[in-house]
């Protein structure tokens, strides 16, 4: 398979647990990929700035990448609005989030169906160097996805824990 266009409902779309911006538990549900997100420990999810950047409706002019596992339809890329989307019909519940602050998102949303092997190129070309994922998330994924040797940044975190320790230097300057 290449890629194919094909509207999904919202309902059966399942977030992925891997994504590089912040993984998660390989057994955590949608809800539990939504709290994490609007916990935001990290500053990387940002959903009220997104509800607020999407104005008045959800753009399809950016589609979510998903891959089937079997039957399930995961969403590689376009994590965050999937969760907007979810929240918007209650498939998700976050505390103290204004639903009036979503924009309008239809049940129905068309996707970029393809395999791993290009979701995951496509997540890559979109992420790798845009500045949305440290240099750690960057190294991570292209060691664990793209099946590249670990850089010298990836073996000293792992040898040392001292990047992920401190935040500080997980940053392209460094």
């Not at 955590?28 to 950047?53: C, F, Y």
């Not at 160097?129 to 590249?148: A, V």
Request: hydrophobic fraction near 35%.
């Amino acid at each position: 398979m290449t890629q194919k266009i094909e509207e999904i409902d919202i309902t059966n779309l399942i977030l992925w647990t891997e994504n590089p911006r912040d993984p998660i538990d390989l057994k955590a549900t949608d809800q539990d990929i939504a709290n994490k997100a609007w916990t935001d420990e990290g500053e990387k999810w940002n959903l009220l700035k997104l509800a607020k950047d999407m104005k008045t409706h959800y753009d399809f002019s950016e589609l979510p990448t998903v891959v089937y596992h079997g039957k399930v339809p995961v969403v590689y890329d376009g994590n965050r609005r999937m969760i907007l989307a979810k929240l918007k019909h209650g498939l998700v519940k976050l505390e103290d989030f204004e639903l009036k602050k979503l924009p309008e998102i239809p049940k129905k949303i068309p996707c970029n169906v393809c395999n791993k092997d290009i979701a995951v190129q496509n997540v890559f070309r979109k992420h790798g160097d845009s500045g949305s994922w440290s240099p750690l998330d960057r190294d991570i994924f292209i060691n664990k996805f793209l099946k590249q040797p670990k850089s010298t940044f990836l073996k000293l975190d792992e040898a040392t824990g001292i990047i992920s320790a401190n935040p500080h230097l997980n940053k392209v300057f460094v």
